[in-house]
């Protein structure tokens, strides 16, 4: 085991490992208190050392312990009838998603994902409501959540823009949050898997880096009950904004360079 991973991290430099390490931490922070986010900074990060192959499962493996340790909290604080269709339509998507990942160049997909919600952000800033009450806004909200989060892994934004949407104490947002974010994280594994993703590679690399980012999730939940909460609804907003431009700008470049 040793042996594979000194052979894994062999071309990598200490200052790219160092990268990744303070990466982990501060997503497994934004996790914690705003609920979503982390994905995006460890698929961003990790892409560029190793690669999207491996950073999609990485950042699925990293999260799944905090998604444990936050569940508690979803299960006290969430709405049933929120988490439940949401979930259950981003496992039927996520496939298919996975499938975009695998075989398609996602670029321009990835570009017009980055100006939607930067759109969603704009309007919820102004106080537009995407009609969350009604099942067929949660149905279509957990298919675009789940088909991005199979191709991307950052499945969170489409769940953020209709969380802030709906009235809701900052506890009761951030748990819907969490909950659906928890369904995201459960649906990318079989297909993750199907498609062999899961590599030696990426399993020695997922167990050396999990406890960095659950540590800071630990912090950022610590936060958030420690009056961080007052916080929520902007901190969220910034987040969901800047997963839209810094998505859109590496999309941008990948499609130039591509």
Request: aromatic letters at 8%; charged letters at 10%.
């Amino acid at each position: 085991m040793v042996a594979e991973l000194e052979a894994l991290l062999g071309p990598v430099s200490v200052l790219e490992l160092a990268l990744v390490a303070a990466t982990l931490l501060i997503a497994g922070f934004l996790r914690g208190f705003v609920g979503f986010g982390g994905a995006l900074i460890v698929i961003m990060v990790v892409s560029a050392v190793f690669g999207p192959l491996i950073a999609v499962p990485i950042a699925v493996l990293t999260g799944l312990p905090s998604t444990i340790q936050l569940l508690p909290v979803a299960v006290r604080h969430a709405e049933r009838p929120f988490v439940i269709p949401f979930g259950l339509a981003s496992f039927a998507a996520a496939p298919f998603g996975t499938w975009v990942l695998v075989s398609v160049e996602p670029a321009v997909m990835k570009m017009a994902i980055s100006v939607a919600v930067l759109g969603m952000v704009l309007m919820l800033y102004r106080g537009w409501r995407f009609g969350s009450d009604s099942l067929l806004v949660l149905l279509g909200a957990g298919t675009a959540a789940g088909l991005i989060q199979g191709s991307a892994g950052i499945g969170g934004p489409p769940v953020v823009a209709v969380v802030l949407s709906r009235p809701g104490t900052p506890e009761q947002q951030r748990a819907n949050v969490i909950g659906a974010v928890t369904a995201l994280a459960l649906c990318s594994l079989p297909a993750l898997w199907y498609h062999a993703l899961f590599t030696r590679d990426v399993l020695l690399l997922g167990l050396v880096l999990f406890p960095l980012y659950a540590s800071t999730t630990w912090l950022g939940s610590r936060y958030f009950s420690a009056g961080g909460k007052h916080h929520f609804r902007n901190a969220a907003l910034a987040l969901l904004a800047a997963v839209g431009v810094i998505t859109l700008g590496l999309a941008i470049r990948d499609y130039l360079t591509g």
